[in-house]
């Protein structure tokens, strides 16, 4: 069965990082596309970074290229998400989210291009 299966984050204090994960199974490591995504309470689900597997190419929206950095392991089929000098901003369920196909610079900040998706890891950063 194809599944996302995400670990990591809790409460964090202001300035702190932390590393999220997102393994993934029953798929062809090669073959998927790989976003993460947060979403605070009552707001939209926005991307964070995406993984472009025939590229090898890990991609972030403007906003977000200065304190987040993912990183994918391909022996562990395991996608890591690195967040640094956190705030309060941050607070927000962080999803990862898969689809079997290569994904664009643009469409790959797209909720609507996956169809996979981790079940969430709350960060919520606070003192």
């Known amino acids: 069965q194809a599944r996302l299966v995400q670990s990591g984050g809790g409460l964090v204090q202001p300035g702190g990082s932390l590393r999220l994960s997102c393994a993934a199974s029953?798929?062809?490591?090669?073959?998927?596309?790989i976003g993460w995504f947060r979403q605070a309470p009552g707001k939209e689900r926005v991307a964070v970074s995406c993984?472009?597997?025939?590229?090898?190419?890990?991609y972030y929206p403007p906003s977000m290229k200065d304190r987040f950095t993912a990183r994918s392991n391909r022996d562990e089929s395991t996608i890591y998400l690195h967040i640094d000098n956190l705030n309060p901003d941050d607070s927000a369920t962080y999803y990862c989210?898969?689809?079997?196909?290569?994904?664009?610079?643009?469409?790959?900040?797209?909720?609507?291009?996956?169809?996979?998706w981790g079940q969430g890891s709350q960060v919520t950063v606070s003192s």
């Open positions: 029953g798929f062809t490591w090669d073959d998927l596309a």
């Open positions: 993984f472009n597997p025939s590229l090898g190419a890990i």
């Open positions: 989210a898969g689809v079997l196909r290569d994904v664009n610079y643009f469409d790959c900040f797209d909720v609507n291009e996956y169809l996979y």
